[in-house]
Nanobody
Framework: QVQLVESGGGLVQAGGSLRLSCAAS????????MGWYRQAPGKQRELVAD???????NYVDSVKGRFTISRDNAKNTVYLQMNSLKPEDTAVYYC?????????????????WGQGTLVTVSS
C-alpha cells in the first residue's frame, strides 16, 4: 500500500505564505498524478494543483500566480508553496496520489488521499 504524510498547514494572516509538503511511501510502482486538493466549509473538494506523470502542472485559476507546486522525484514528495494567501484560501488541504502500486495480487492502480491539513488565513 501507499501512505501519504502531509505537513505544513497552519494559521497565517492575509498576504502571508505557507508551504505544504506531502511524502508518499510504500510499494509505489509509478506515479500518474500527485498533488493537492482543498475543501472549504460548505463547498466541494477542488483541485488546487497537481503534477502529471509527463511533468506538466495544473492549477485552479484562483491560485495561479500565487501558488507553486514542485516535487522531489527521488523522495516521492510534492510541495505546495502558497504566497499572497487570502481568506478565501482557508480550507482543509488534501494530498492526492494516483498511480500504480505493488500489491499481493499484482500491480494495482490506486487513488490515495492524505489525512488533510488545515490552512486558515485570517483577514
Amino acid at each position: 500500500q501507499v501512505q501519504l504524510v502531509e505537513s505544513g498547514g497552519g494559521l497565517v494572516q492575509a498576504g502571508g505564505s505557507l508551504r505544504l509538503s506531502c511524502a508518499a511511501s510504500g510499494s509505489i510502482r509509478s506515479i500518474n498524478t500527485m498533488g493537492w486538493y482543498r475543501q472549504a466549509p460548505g463547498k466541494q473538494r477542488e483541485l488546487v494543483a497537481d503534477f502529471t506523470n509527463g511533468g506538466t502542472t495544473n492549477y485552479v485559476d484562483s491560485v495561479k500566480g500565487r501558488f507553486t507546486i514542485s516535487r522531489d522525484n527521488a523522495k516521492n514528495t510534492v510541495y505546495l508553496q502558497m504566497n499572497s494567501l487570502k481568506p478565501e484560501d482557508t480550507a482543509v488541504y488534501y494530498c492526492n496520489f494516483k498511480g500504480l502500486v505493488r500489491a499481493e495480487i499484482g500491480i494495482r492502480y490506486l487513488e490515495i488521499w492524505g489525512q488533510g491539513t488545515l490552512v486558515t488565513v485570517s483577514s
